[in-house]
């Protein structure tokens, strides 16, 4: 049986959750969804529309269409396309959400046809069952990883193998598979765990006002309800760390609409709200990266606990021509264990580095040690920092309530000790080339207020 639903979007649907309903009915094995819209390109834009599919059985989210395809997806209780998650067919009513990221000119308007083939054919086969890998139990130490990466589940162009295997010959010790508004590929992705590389659970809820990645989830967070409302931002965030993960922001200062809607950050309601990190380093280091550190630095100032972090947003091979450096979270852990690794993030205790290695600590006058994200009493500090592998013309500087306080051309090796006696609230430490940006970064020390 095939069902056809046509519909039209204009601007005003931009940041809309567009529902359309249908039946399906007992003994249904398998539904094929084709979404097809025209024209493909907003007027004198080289980019496409960006329209994305989510779809609901009678109980909850089933396929997560963050780009559509040609050859259009398929959902059944063995093998559905990536994005969705293998269960048997629920009768009842379902809706697909179209929903709209980009749609840049009012004319002519986009029109849209979805074709939805129910099938009762014998599905054979039983659904893959993967088992999470095992990773041998190293101890507390500094784990190097990523927590932002993308596959064919949402819009990545690898599969999981492949997005491992970069992972792998980068020699990182941990990786998050955080594919949009889905989980479909974390369990192949975990069964690849071994003692060289964990691989964490992950999503990336992808608003209309802002995305966050959801670093250690395992199960299916959205924010949409089958009535086609948005769940607030807040309460999506309450879940996740419920659960046990962490809620980072991630790429707040990406260019936002009319290019991107929900690249930018724009949830007043969370500036940072409960976020417990933020993405200050999303793929190579750049204008945006500056702007998400200066936006940590002022969310530091006003008072909040929030943790930075690093994530590739990996999407496809990366191309050995373009310039530029990326970076990775160094984390202190008791262990490596998903577990341990959000612990270590949580408390602050990371930084991030495109290379050096840098260490930060701090001994206050009555002798109180302080590693990154402790907090030490108000009284005169000697901070101590150590790095390893700077580049060439790299300068060191000590960054005080959001302020340079101190900067020092450092060589490729070295130590260094700043006494203050001012009070004060945090201080971090950043590694630069003044001629090619940030290096590396300290999550703070901080002081009692
Ligand atoms: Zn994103
Ligand atoms: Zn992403």
Redesign the pocket.
Known sequence: MILTIEGQLTPDDVRQLKPCYFDVPEGTTQIHFNFKSAPKHPQGHEFPHQLSLMICDPNGPCLSIYRAKEEGATINAVNPSPGGVPAPIQPGKWTIFVLVYRLLTPEPPVNFTLEITLSTDEIVGEPQVWEPGKTALRGPGWYRGDLHAHSIHSDGSLDIPELVQIWRDRKVDFMTLSDHDTISGLGQARSLSDDELLIMGGS?I?TFRG?AVAVGVHEWFDWRTLEGKQIPVPEIARRVIDSGALFTI??PRNEGEPWCCG?RWLHKDMMPGNALAIEIWNGYWDQRNEEALRLFYSWLDQGHRIVATSGS?IHRPPSANKPGHGAVNVVYAQDLTENAIIAGIKAGCSYISAGPKLIFTAKSESGIEAMLGDTLPTEPVELYVRWENANADSVLRLIVDGMPYAETPINEFGELRWQLKRSLQWCVVELRQPSNGLWAVTNPIFFER
Do not use: F, M
């Open positions: 990336e992808s995305h991630v790429h690249c947003d």
